[in-house]
């Protein structure tokens, strides 16, 4: 392939409409890119949310469907669930694909339809947020003879970086913006086998779960905020133990939480499946295969609670060596192999 050019025009084609972690994401990506002093502009999928997080330095325009042709270096397309509609705008691809220098996907919620052989074989790269997600994308696509890469998500570690967890006492936390990560009776189950273990435990969420509110009421220890109530760095430095049991039909592939709360020092206990996976390691926290591991995770610490700070240095050092949003900019403007990392696996299809 031609050598690139040192500035680059790079064309961002993701989900505007809606402020999650994929929008958190695609946005850090834009900004990051634009100050590197790249020309960077954002088609996006459908509408632009006043509450979107607006990239620095970045031009957003109007939705790539009704966007005449656009020459670009770099095609970034970052998934979300836009990935379900690919073939409803087939012809939109085909042009901006065909107008590209080399096209990128992020698959960062499900492969959806673009697995199909006439998106696949266009694809210069693929980015994925787990291993599980990377090896059902290569049981599934055809045509697919680019590289592929598995990376933590785009978080600016920097504000975490700086919490100091207070370790002297067990603090539960979590966050997750969509009510739908939690199942409300396992939830109920281990908010009560916690307190159960630790009687003094602090317990925060937030957004709060509405069916944790009747417990709430009756419990000064549970501690439920309103969304965005508190900034996440904030927030965070409430906790010394970040807990994240999902429904077994809910996968996140991540998590962006997971990230934010190693990088803060909080060790993790997650279910052993998806991104948790990729993110957590035996010395870093708690992967667990069932309700009563995660109940077991917890009775470890009563019984060793220098656990707490061991862990949680842990997966502070884990997120500064392996969790680097800058190597999302190597991947994204390299057209070389990359060197195999840790947590980081590239290889051609």
């Not at 673009?114 to 998106?119: D, L, M, N, Q, S």
């Not at 630790?198 to 069916?211: E, K, L, S």
């Not at 039909?249 to 962006?256: A, T």
Request: aromatic share 10%; glycine share 6%; charged share 25%.
């Amino acid at each position: 392939m031609r050598e690139r050019p040192k500035r680059l025009r790079i064309r961002f084609i993701c989900n505007a409409h809606a402020v999650g972690g994929g929008e958190f994401s695609s946005s850090y990506l834009m900004s990051e890119l634009a100050r590197l002093g790249h020309d960077v502009f954002l088609s996006p999928c459908l509408s632009v949310n006043p509450k979107y997080p607006k990239p620095e330095g970045t031009e957003i325009r109007i939705p790539y469907t009704q966007e005449p042709e656009q020459s670009c270096d770099l095609l970034v397309f970052y998934a979300n669930d836009h990935a379900y509609k690919l073939e409803q705008n087939k012809q939109a691809w085909l042009a901006a694909m065909a107008a590209a220098r080399q096209t990128v996907a992020v698959i960062n919620f499900v492969a959806g339809q673009a697995v199909h052989e006439w998106f696949a074989s266009r694809l210069s790269k693929v980015i994925f947020l787990n291993t599980t997600k990377e090896k059902e994308f290569f049981e599934k696509a055809k045509g697919f003879t680019g590289c592929s890469i598995v990376l933590p998500p785009p978080v600016d570690l920097k504000q975490f970086l700086e919490i100091q967890p207070d370790y002297s006492k067990i603090s539960f936390i979590r966050h997750s913006r969509i009510f739908s990560k939690y199942n409300p009776e396992e939830t109920i189950q281990l908010v009560h086998e916690y307190g159960r273990l630790v009687p003094d435990a602090m317990f925060w969420f937030m957004p709060g779960p509405g069916f944790l509110r009747p417990l709430a009421q009756t419990n000064a220890n549970i501690r439920l905020l309103q969304w965005n109530e508190k900034h996440v760095p904030q927030f965070l430095s409430h906790g010394s133990v970040f807990w994240y049991r999902l429904p077994s039909s809910l996968h996140d592939q991540g998590p962006r939480v997971i990230v934010e709360a190693m990088a803060s020092g909080i060790p993790c206990i997650a279910d052993n499946r998806d991104g948790a996976k990729d993110r957590i390691t035996p010395e870093s926290g708690w992967l667990c295969d069932s309700l009563g591991d995660h109940v077991a995770a917890v009775r470890s610490i009563v019984d060793d609670p220098s656990l707490l700070r061991r862990k949680g240095e842990a997966a502070r050092e884990r997120a500064i060596a392996n969790f680097k949003p800058e190597r999302w900019m190597e991947v994204l403007l390299s057209d070389s192999s990359l060197q195999h990392r840790p947590d980081e696996e590239l290889k051609s299809g």
